[in-house]
């Protein structure tokens, strides 16, 4: 049986959903407008034809699974010798996957320096492969072999030794990155039962002829992690020098990129609340003491983030607060942080940079009032 099973990662449809919606997000696929869930907030999700990461690991998990699989079946017709070809349900359902190939931006350029979730990424693959993307499906033997073939291909693969051990390793980091995000969480919890999340974007552009002049440095290449890591670093030292007054508890930080090939870093800030008094963001002392790092240039882009769940003013208020506020003895909050923790941390289960999890704690929770934060 193939290593990939419900008991060796804890992904939810939930998180599915709600990962796939901040992933839509952060790489800028086109987005339209859609009510989600009970809370209903309207937020940008993937418009077709752009299906998600996830619908390639469901298809690959369906081809794993099912011992057998048709593509289409014949029907007679009213002559001997003619039959008609129809899809079967399961074709309808995997096609659609194989045509979006030509047609989603993930998998362009985009691709080169992004790692895929295993299971997704063969599934992928070997459609490259075996061209289906190519064929046009008429539910003629022909095309079925081809299918066939690419089907015997994937269990093949998915049962080998190399291909088991990645996903085991991929299923253990995703595993051990909850672990890390729930334990800061909860630390979070004990301090600030009543907290806000703020994230700041920091964008280094994409080389072209326009800014190609401006991103190098003399002859000497500048290496993009160490530009992004350096302005970071800068900002969250500022920010936490300040904690007594701004309340910001705790950061985290989180890598990624769009199909524009822009890298991003982006700065998650947790600042304790002791009242539910709303207050517009521009008047705080969190936004005072980020304001003079926004900048605009050839080069770099530093502004607020502009997602819902963490950052204000984005979506219409929620209990008569902002999205992004939360007190953990309020209805649905339970919902709300679980929609939280899959934006921050779920994206990681379907894609990441250069292999690596893009989540990482930059200053733990810490109760900082009456004292200056210590770096």
């Known amino acids: 049986m193939p290593l990939i099973s419900p008991n060796k990662v804890n992904h939810s449809a939930v998180d599915t959903f709600e990962a796939n919606k901040f992933i839509a997000h952060s ?14 907030i309207r937020i940008p999700v993937p418009a077709a034809p752009c299906f998600p990461i996830s619908d390639y690991w469901k298809a690959g998990k369906e081809v794993l699974y099912k011992r057998a699989l ?28 194989v045509q979006n190939i030509q047609h989603n931006p993930l998998f362009g350029d985009f691709a080169k320096s992004i790692a895929f979730n295993p299971l997704a990424e063969v599934t992928l693959k070997k459609m490259y492969q075996h061209q289906l993307f190519s064929i046009y499906f008429d539910g003629s033997t022909l095309c079925t072999d081809q299918y066939d073939s690419y089907f015997s291909d994937l269990k093949v693969t998915c049962t080998t030794r190399q291909f088991q051990q990645r996903f085991s390793r991929w299923a253990e980091q995703y595993n051990q990155s909850r672990k890390k995000y729930n334990e800061f969480m909860e630390k979070l919890y004990n301090i600030a039962p009543i907290f806000e999340v703020h994230s700041l974007v920091i964008l280094r552009k994409a080389v072209n002829e326009q800014n190609k002049a401006a991103q190098y440095n003399g002859f000497v290449e500048l290496n993009v992690d160490d530009v992004l890591n350096e302005r970071a670093n800068e900002i969250i030292k500022l920010v936490m020098r300040n904690s007594k007054r701004n309340d910001v508890i705790g950061v985290l930080s989180k890598r990624e990129f769009d199909i524009h090939l822009n890298h991003i870093n982006r700065l998650i800030f947790f600042v304790k609340k002791d009242s539910s008094d709303w207050m517009k963001f521009s008047e705080t002392q969190l936004y005072k003491d980020l304001e003079p790092h926004f900048i605009d240039t050839p080069t770099d882009h530093i502004a607020l983030g502009c997602f819902p769940s963490l950052n204000a003013g984005i979506a219409p208020l929620f209990q008569q607060q902002e999205t992004n506020f939360y007190n953990i003895n309020q209805l649905h909050v339970g919902h709300r942080l679980a929609a939280l923790q899959a934006h921050l941390v779920g994206s990681d289960f379907w894609l990441r940079y250069k292999d690596q999890l893009t989540l990482k704690i930059e200053r733990e929770v810490q109760m900082v009032f009456g004292k200056h934060y210590t770096e």
């Open 27 to 40: 790489t800028g696929l086109d987005l339209r407008p859609q009510n989600v869930n009970s809370l209903n």
């Open 70 to 97: 048709k593509m289409s079946s014949l029907r007679p017709t009213g002559y001997s010798l003619q039959q008609y070809g129809y899809l079967t349900s399961f074709g309808v359902s995997f096609l659609p996957i």
